[in-house]
């Protein structure tokens, strides 16, 4: 990418980071339920393949039953099944918070890791995870969570070519600055979810609609 066109992306990020706050709001966080770092990061894991509203369903039962992150260490996955046999892919999350459970016991005296390097060696962590816990329970800002609003969001605003989680996270983190990688990705989720979303396209009722390139109302 030659500096021009990284210089005109970058100016029009900040134009869309500036209406999605005044749309949206500056301060918005994650819609997982949680009251602590183990509890996000259970509630994130969770919600791989799954939507947040039913990852709070889930939850909501489960975080009243198993509190701390020794208790999770304490029990086995199959224990789990019950409490988040409705969620996709429930056998190997279960096998998966129970095993970075006992991680995080046995190695970080049973506090949940505060960077990404610490983070993505928890069994079933990925960088996606571990930028949602960093910046939402400690307000660490390492990198950009990216989810599908967020691809979706970017390939039609054209700051990426490409549809793979990393390569867009790279990509955001050249253009913005570092103070925007952790409101970027709810900016996004946000305009996802309201007139940007994978299937269709609401352009008449989007506040980027004068400026992002895909709109169908320029």
Known sequence: M????????CHMLKIVVAKLK???GANLRTSLDASSPWELLVA???????QDKQVNVVTKDLFKKYHSVEDYASISPKQLYSQIGSLGLYKNK???????????????N???????DELIL???????????VLYNAFHIREGIAIDTHCITVSGRLKITRSSR?????SDLMKLLPKKEWGEITHLF???????CTAKRKLCARCTLKNICPSSDCK
């Open 2 to 9: 030659d500096n021009s066109a990284t210089a005109k992306k």
């Open 165 to 169: 989680p990393e390569v867009i996270e």
């Open 122 to 132: 928890l069994p079933g962590v990925g960088r996606k995870t571990a930028n949602v």
């Open 189 to 195: 989720i946000a305009l996802g979810r309201d007139t």
């Open 110 to 116: 049973s506090q949940v890791p505060q960077s990404m």
């Open 94 to 108: 279960a096998k998966n918070i129970v095993a970075s459970a006992k991680a995080i016991v046995n190695n970080f």
């Open 44 to 50: 994130t894991m969770l919600s791989a393949q799954s």
């Open 22 to 24: 005044r749309k949206y």
